[in-house]
């Protein structure tokens, strides 16, 4: 959408909603997916450009975006794999030093539609009463894009790991600790945090364990992604022969693929938790944090009782009761489901890449002394 000139578009849902607004960003006649909302306030780049969004239509409930424009700097990814973006309001003019270009540009850029003007109090109150539901926007007719809706997929069922995933591996950071991190659609500010704690070997998806012990890691990350973990059972075949072998740290859906691993189950939520201010508490310290979030599926914590692992949950959403974190006891391995980085978001769950480092240090120092 260039200034002055307006094209009318509209959203239509599977189950028949309609939402008329003005098409930004890229010109795409049509765009799809699977409809979910964000609540977080601001980090809207961010948001757009991390992997986890892959086959999604992004609503944002803050109703002014764009305000601050958007930098290289904040990227969370190599681009945007998310398939679309639905907002109130776009910021006529951006304002903040930092800023390299306005958003409706950058969305251009990326090849990436969007749609303005919507009313997305509605749309999100729709989405909590259904739950996420497949959708279309573009100039098509009305009739077109509910096809188009009633076609798409969504996220259940399907691999988008591999649209996401690195297709070579390479390294980030220098540090003594040796880590290797899976990469499902990892983000570049946990990539900075685990730089932080060591030299880190990114690599593909579908890595064997027996490659991934070969590097003689010093641990072993599981990183966020996009999709359903039941499609990634192979994957999760790979991570169970690396449990009790040597420290892991999942987050998101590494989370999940780590609960799967030791044989638990995992869900799909309503309509997911998208935000930056979700309470969870640590129930290893009784802890209160403030987190951020992004999934639509989780692990079912009533699957721990008959496994082969002694798993225990260690984070609960104080917001419905779903299961934030696992540790598998005796082994090493641990995860949370919100996202400790932040980027953006609070920073309060940060200290779980500390716990990370000390599970690495304790069994660095037990194996010396062994030796």
Known sequence: MSAGHIVEGALVLADGSVFEGE????D???????????????????????????GQLITFTYPHI??????????????????????RELARRHSNYRAEQGLNEFLSAHGLAGIAGIDTRR????????GAIPGAFGSLSESELHSHAQQEPGTDGVDLVSTVTTAETYTVGNGERR??????GIKSTILHHLGSLGTVEVVPATTSAAEILARKPDGVFLSNGPGDPNMLDSI????????????????????????????????????????????????T?????????????AVD??????????VVMTHINLNDGVCQGLEVRGAQCFSVQHHPEAGPGPHDSIYLFDRFAALMDARSSAGKAAR
Not at 28 to 54: C, W
Not at 179 to 184: G, H, M, N, T
């Open 179 to 184: 880590i290797v991190a899976l990469d499902f």
């Open 28 to 54: 795409h006649r049509v765009s799809s997916g699977e409809v979910v909302f964000n609540t977080a306030l601001s980090g809207y780049q961010e948001i757009i450009t991390d992997p986890s969004y892959a």
């Open 123 to 130: 749309l999100t109150r729709l989405l909590r009463e259904q």
């Open 23 to 26: 098409l930004i960003g890229a």
């Open 66 to 87: 764009g305000n601050y424009g958007v930098n290289v700097d904040d990227a969370e990814s190599r681009g945007v794999f998310c398939r679309g973006v639905i907002i």
């Open 285 to 297: 310290t009784e802890r209160i944090e403030i987190t951020s979030q992004n999934h639509n599926f």
């Open 301 to 310: 914590p009533d699957s721990f009782d008959e496994l082969e692992h002694d």
């Open 236 to 283: 999760a075949r790979e991570i169970s022969q690396m449990v009790g072998v040597v420290p892991m740290f999942g987050i998101c859906l590494g989370h999940q693929l780590l609960g799967k691993a030791v044989g638990a189950t995992t869900i799909k939520l309503p309509f997911g938790h998208h935000g930056g201010n979700h309470p969870v508490k640590d129930l």
